[in-house]
């Protein structure tokens, strides 16, 4: 990841493609998309506003590629981009933006900016302007397979303990099963219990499934930080994993910014279509308690509520499947006012939660979901996202929150149902 | 004479015990780990946790700081992990289940608490390359059986 200016702006250039040069040439500059972005309206600084966070970028393609620009430019009309434009605005970029896609749901021309700001990333990223956490992350994702440097011996060592709490194997490397499962490194390290959950669900639903020893980590900070060729690497080892284990499915865990990687970015990164099909867990979940195979017993009679992982729902479309789990589990589900695509993200995803340098801002913008908490008091919040949990669970601290986070996959598995000793019973 | 010897048992008889038995249980659970944890603030919510006669105020001023020293301790997403560092947030983890009110945990305390302490041992496991699976279970068993024969 050798970086200079000179590359940063080639790589500007290299970035803009006819959307961004649609979108770019389209924006009437309404400011709408200032009111959906919580580092804005968190902070009232215009700086903040997303469509600002793209003003490099958007001078390059106005400087480059629009006649007007291009005239200008020739007369010595126009400023060039800076090394010292692109240092300041590396706080607007990574610090200031999880990439929530709120903005680009409010546009009234439909500019995707969320997916500008991830093409500013690859040239900020060239030119030395990423920050320090999510350099190192790449750098182990790359060196080690796994952003918090997660070594299979780690994953052997939770799964010989799962499998000694269970009384069961956890199926590793099993060639032509049906899924492969795809782990975040923090579910390995900070929420392993999640491997016991889909264990017992699986086992409970008849699943065949494996984890690969070879590719098991979900996340790609290719992806966060902006460099393509490292963010396809990743996705080619999956890819591999898969074509080699012959599994039809591609499981993505609990983890909002994975499933968008391998998803949705996933075939456009390597150029080719995939010989297997990729599913979230809860789009997994839902499909196995539509067909009977996933039965519960009992509700919970606390007030609890969904938070939506912005890159699951509002960017990947499960927006229904939580919902018809949670009503599975609770005997009182209530929504946060502007929920599913229109949720609030929690401020920590797209890299923030790994750049340091983000902390403050991004416990300051927590100030909007417990804008949406005060006004439903849950007694418990239970979301999909294990970035997302931990983040929530730090925001509630800092407000003086008092609320339990829970997994949803985790939630469901305490509420199997009992087949054994519940054989012909309704649950 | 209570005996455990599974996780099955060893559930059903945490589900039997009520909300004031789960936490001194739980504080047991933590105890056995807090060798693992270097974060001193641990050590004084525990005292409060397995404190029989503790006020509300007390334990919700506990609860506070064993969840603070949580995220004080987690590995952030990102960032590279350290296992020896992880057990500390895993016992910090227990401690925090501990100390929650027995209605806003579904499923108990003492269970979270008891998995929190294994996941803990499972940590410091990876780096000393140990095959402890199961140990800390049994201990746990013992423990439990050790209070319901008391």
């Known amino acids: 990841m050798s970086a200079s200016f000179e590359r940063g702006i080639n790589a500007f250039k290299e970035q803009i493609d006819a959307p961004v040069a649609a979108f770019f040439s389209s924006c009437v500059r309404c400011g709408l998309c200032a009111e959906a972005c919580l580092f804005y309206t968190e902070t009232g600084d215009p700086e903040r506003t997303p469509i600002n966070k793209l003003e490099p970028m958007r001078r390059i393609w106005q400087q480059e590629y629009s006649f007007w620009g291009k005239l200008a430019s020739s007369l010595g009309l126009s400023r060039p981009v800076t090394d010292a434009d692109l240092t300041e605005w590396e706080t607007l970029v990574y610090d200031s933006c999880t990439l929530c896609g709120r903005c680009s749901m409010v546009c009234p021309v439909g500019n995707d900016i969320a997916y500008m700001i991830r093409k500013m990333r690859e040239g900020m990223a060239a030119s030395g302007h990423a920050p320090e956490g999510l350099i190192g992350a790449t750098r182990r994702a790359v060196t080690i397979g796994s952003p918090m440097g997660v070594k299979l011996p780690a994953l052997q060592a939770q799964i010989r303990h799962t499998e000694k709490d269970l009384g069961y194997s956890i199926p590793v490397d099993v060639e032509g099963v049906d899924y492969l499962l795809l782990l975040s490194s923090m579910e390995i390290m900070n929420f392993p219990e999640f491997i016991s959950a889909i264990a017992r669900i699986f086992k409970h639903a008849g699943v065949t499934w494996t984890i690969s020893s070879e590719a098991f980590e979900a996340t790609n900070s290719g992806i966060q930080i902006g460099v393509s060729e490292i963010a396809a690497e990743l996705v080619e080892r999956i890819v591999a994993a898969a074509a080699k284990l012959k599994v039809k499915y591609v499981i993505s865990p609990e983890c909002g910014h994975a499933y968008m990687a391998i998803r949705w970015e996933g075939p456009n990164l390597i150029g080719r279509p995939y010989d297997f099909k990729v599913v979230h867990i809860l789009e997994l979940l839902d499909e196995l308690r539509a067909a009977g195979r996933l039965k519960t017993s009992g509700k919970e009679t606390q007030r609890l509520t969904y938070h939506d992982p912005c890159q699951i729902s509002r960017r990947g479309g499960v927006v229904q499947q939580p919902r018809n789990l949670m009503h599975e589990i609770a005997a009182d589900f209530v929504e946060m006012p502007e929920t599913g695509t229109m949720n609030w993200c929690c401020g920590a995803g797209g890299g923030v939660s790994s750049n340091e340098r983000a902390d403050e801002i991004r416990l300051k913008v927590f100030n909007r979901k417990k804008k949406q908490l005060d006004q439903i008091h849950p007694d418990a919040i239970i979301s999909a996202c294990s970035n997302c949990r931990i983040h929530l669970e730090d925001g509630l601290e800092e407000y003086e929150m008092d609320i339990p986070v829970l997994s949803l996959t985790e939630t469901i598995a305490e509420h199997l149902l009992d087949r054994e000793q519940n054989e012909g019973q309704e649950p | ?150």
């Open chain 2, 1 to 150: 004479m209570t005996e455990i010897t599974n996780d099955s048992e060893f559930r059903a008889a945490l589900d039997r015990l009520d909300a004031g038995q789960q936490r001194l249980v739980a504080a047991g659970f933590v105890k056995s780990v807090l060798h693992l944890c270097t974060d001193e603030r641990i050590a004084r919510v525990l005292e409060v946790a397995g404190d029989p006669g503790a006020s509300s105020s007390t334990l919700a001023e506990a609860l506070k700081t064993a969840k603070a020293t949580t995220f004080d301790c987690h590995t952030r997403c990102g960032s590279e992990g350290d296992w020896l560092e992880q057990a500390g947030y895993f016992v910090a983890r227990a401690a925090v289940a501990a100390l929650t009110p027995l209605g806003q945990m579904p499923g108990g305390v003492a269970w979270p608490a008891a998995m929190s302490a294994r996941m803990a041992q499972t940590s410091k496991s990876i780096v000393t390359g140990e095959n402890t699976a199961g140990q800390e279970s049994e201990n746990q068993y013992r423990l439990l059986a050790g209070f319901l024969n008391s």
